[in-house]
């Protein structure tokens, strides 16, 4: 589900002009690479590869999520035969694993509200996993996405209150403060993921540690910030002032009248989806970017700067991180609260889900999403614990995200002839 | 809309194996007859053995003593008190007649949702939310801390031990009559605690109260610091309203052998390794707020718009003595401390809310 042809013949297509050497590499320094188009070879033998591993790329993700469902079932009708409940409905079980899953998937999806709190999380997730994946993508680890979106929703809110006795009301103050307050969380979401970045380059500190240690420094930084500089006088809880009505994201649509959701965040950030991809499949930089991540040496033996690839491309994946704390701000909580859930590290997830293609960060964040929502309508409505349901979520991700394992399966299927190999082996392009 | 629903889930459920007729019924909200009760929780969850189970305790009564449907809600962050409350509110199967929101960290949240959903009535409980369809709960936590106050005042000035079977020995120190207060941060709220604390601790007589404000909820190392300084400057027993930073007033407490007191629940089971040397706790009855709110819409009287400030008669606040030293403590101390609450009670002992008038 996460990856498609485009991506599978992209990666492929790389390897081959890296492959090729310094030619190729400098030619694609001045000409652009259209890697979403497979060239003259696409007649070849290659292209049945291709093609076959774009199919068994969905039926793999189709059946890991079916498999998921299958054993996420036995558990919760297993679970069900040992608590105690008034009505063991189901077989002598008290849980129907029938109803659990209609209401994890199929639920979030009926009413405005229900369809509001699945775009919520998807439109935050898009942010984060977009910004992991672009920085996998030039072979780097940004674990730092967190604190990245934290530092850059703080900045947010910060920039906001303190413009707001200047701003205009109404739609012009919306005009000029969102744009705004998004160049602000891009600007420190991007400067803050950049000293990983340099001490990476200048100093070869491995920057999951470094990104890692920089998320813990962030949270208790926009803390200390808050208690003590710019806490809101009237609230007990850790928190800024609220942000001008102006910049506040709100629905639009009457449909999801009254929700923590926005359309214009959802375009937003569905816009930097292509532009992402755009980016890395057609650009110079772009093309920089993922033969670093390929084969670093063979990027820097073409001519590309690897000190300043590195922290431009973790400059890039920050300022993602920040303008998706930006929006955090602007459309989920019209202040900065200490607390922030952790959208950065499940942006890892979403851009593993997605094989680090931006493309992929769609409907990756999108199964989170619906998750999200589909577990609190669990909550609401099924007596099932939150545990079970949270085993439940972890199961559907750790089976989707194994697609290696299945396609070691899948060799022995119709679907896995040996001239597959050749693909299988090379790892995809999950290059992390 | 909610019949279909119900159909589609019917035709959805039973894909695939005969589901049993079992299948609907363990839907929510088996009825409509009833009361439906919806519960936010504060962060930390049920099992917190402070508001979030006080608050279950409270509708446990409820629903022994009238028809409740319940369901509880319980947030894993700050960013999902909007969230909890919204959906609580659009539900319309069933259709919850009340929501309670307990804590103060969901008064913004609340603000908006009380606008957003104007049919909807909700309550909240440790905050004021001025909408007419909000009822909020708060305590008059003057008066619960002039009780603890009275008894600290009145066990400084006594030979009071307690220890033995593996407890921390702790006594007072009988030369100087001296108590200590340390506060969280320094807002209107934390101060009636402490202009109750010290009234209490002047009216057993002549008492010396230190105060001290540590400015962090959640720092125990420096309200740790603070209580040493009090308990070797004299002090025997030191009250906190500081949250997370009493952790450490109780940890000063036992390595210096004097006593502490518990705030918001009765920290002598929520804080259970300090047992020893926690006197007593000023209790804030979460669960008679909750009861109180439900017993309200059950009667068709739903305080919209409404600010209760419960006291000390109806249970609202307490000093609950602490598990293991409640029964240590001597009953003419324990007389003493009745008298003053009915003094309060009935007006005769007026207990100031700043601190410059204590």
Not at chain 1, 155 to 166: D, M, N, W, Y
Not at chain 2, 7 to 19: H, M
Not at chain 2, 94 to 109: K, M, N, R, S, V
Request: hydrophobic share 45%; aromatic share 8%; with cysteine.
């Amino acid at each position: 589900m996460t990856d498609d042809q485009s991506d599978a013949g992209g990666k492929d297509g790389a390897d081959d002009q890296s492959a090729a050497g310094s030619e190729a590499a400098a030619d694609a320094a001045t000409t652009e690479v259209d890697d979403g188009d497979i060239p003259s070879w696409s007649e070849s033998a290659a292209s049945k590869i291709v093609t076959a591993s774009a199919k068994e790329r969905v039926f793999i993700s189709v059946a890991a999520f079916l498999a998921s469902v299958l054993v996420g079932s036995v558990l919760v009708y297993l679970s069900g035969l040992v608590v105690d409940c008034t009505s063991a409905g189901f077989l002598g079980s008290c849980y129907n694993p029938f109803l659990v899953y209609y209401f994890l998937f199929v639920d979030p999806f009926i009413g405005g509200f229900n369809v509001a709190l699945v775009m919520k999380e998807t439109v935050l997730l898009l942010f984060t996993g977009l910004s992991v994946a672009v920085a996998f993508r030039a072979g780097l680890f940004n674990i730092g996405s967190q604190g990245q979106l934290v530092l850059g929703g703080l900045a947010t809110a910060l920039a906001l209150i303190f413009v707001a006795p200047l701003a205009p009301g109404g739609v012009l103050g919306t005009l000029v403060l969102v744009p705004f307050a998004l160049l602000v969380g891009a600007v420190f979401g991007g400067l803050y993921a950049a000293i990983p970045g340099a001490l990476k380059a200048y100093a070869e500190a491995n920057e999951v540690i470094t990104t890692i240690m920089l998320n813990f420094v962030a949270t208790n930084l926009a803390f200390f910030l808050i208690s003590t500089y710019y806490q809101d006088p009237e609230s007990g809880s850790v928190q800024t002032v609220a942000i001008p009505e102006a910049a506040r994201l709100k629905p639009i649509v009457p449909f999801f009248e009254g929700a923590q959701f926005s359309v214009l965040a959802l375009l937003l950030g569905v816009g930097l989806v292509a532009g992402t991809f755009y980016v890395l499949a057609n650009t110079a930089f772009g093309y920089d970017v993922r033969t670093s991540g390929l084969q670093a040496a063979a990027a820097d033996y073409a001519g590309v700067d690897p000190k300043r690839l590195v922290v431009s491309s973790m400059t890039l994946s920050g300022a993602l991180a920040g303008v998706g704390g930006a929006v955090y701000v602007m459309m989920v909580m019209a202040r900065y609260r200490t607390g922030v859930p952790a959208l950065g590290f499940d942006g890892i997830t979403v851009s593993i889900l997605a094989g680090n293609n931006p493309l992929g960060v769609i409907p990756a964040a999108l199964l989170f999403g619906v998750m999200k929502a589909g577990s609190l309508s669990i909550d609401f409505s099924l007596g099932v614990p939150k545990q079970l349901v949270g085993v439940l979520r972890g199961l559907v991700i750790l089976f989707v995200a194994m697609p290696e394992f299945f396609r070691l399966l899948a060799r022995y299927t119709p679907y896995g002839p040996d001239a597959d190999r050749a693909v299988a082996t090379d790892g995809g392009d999950d290059d992390a | 809309m909610p019949s279909n629903r119900r159909k589609f889930l019917a035709s959805a459920a039973g894909i695939g194996v005969a589901t049993t007729a079992g299948c609907l019924s363990s839907l929510g909200g088996s009825g409509s007859d009833g009361t439906n009760v919806g519960v936010v929780y504060a962060l930390g969850g049920l099992g917190d053995k402070a508001f979030n189970d006080m608050a279950k305790q409270g509708i446990d009564q409820a629903i022994d003593e009238y028809d409740i449907n319940y369901q509880g809600a319980e947030p894993s962050g700050n960013s999902e008190f909007p969230t909890l409350q919204k959906k609580f509110a659009n539900s319309n199967n069933p259709d919850y007649d009340l929501i309670c929101t307990i804590g103060f960290a969901q008064a913004e949240a609340l603000t908006e949702n009380a606008d957003q959903y104007s049919d909807q009535q909700f309550m909240i409980v440790d905050s004021v939310v001025e909408k007419d369809n909000v009822a909020s709960y708060v305590f008059k936590e003057q008066l619960g801390s002039f009780q603890v106050g009275h008894l600290a005042g009145l066990l400084t000035q006594r030979d009071f031990s307690t220890g033995g079977d593996g407890m921390t020995d702790a006594s007072t120190n009988t030369d100087a009559a001296t108590v200590g207060f340390v506060g969280g941060k320094e807002n209107s709220l934390i101060k009636k605690f402490e202009a109750g604390f010290i009234a209490g601790a002047k009216h057993a007589g002549d008492v010396e109260v230190r105060s001290a404000y540590a400015g962090s909820w959640s720092d125990p190392a420096k309200g740790k610091e603070i209580a040493l300084s009090m308990y070797d400057n004299g002090a025997d027993v030191v009250y906190h309203a500081a949250g997370g930073t009493g952790t450490g007033v109780f940890g000063a407490a036992q390595e210096r052998g004097r006593y502490a007191i518990g705030v918001d629940s009765d920290q002598s089971k929520s804080a259970k390794e300090y047992k020893d040397v926690i006197l007593a706790s000023m209790v804030k009855h979460v669960d008679t707020a909750v009861l109180t709110s439900v017993e309200n819409v059950v009667n068709d009287e739903h305080a919209g718009g409404e600010v209760s400030a419960l006291g000390l008669e109806k249970g609202g606040v307490e000093a609950v003595l602490g598990q293991e030293l409640g029964s240590e403590i001597p009953s003419e101390v324990k007389s003493a401390l009745e008298e003053s609450k009915s003094g309060i009670v009935n007006g005769d002992i007026s207990v100031p809310t700043d601190p410059e008038n204590a």
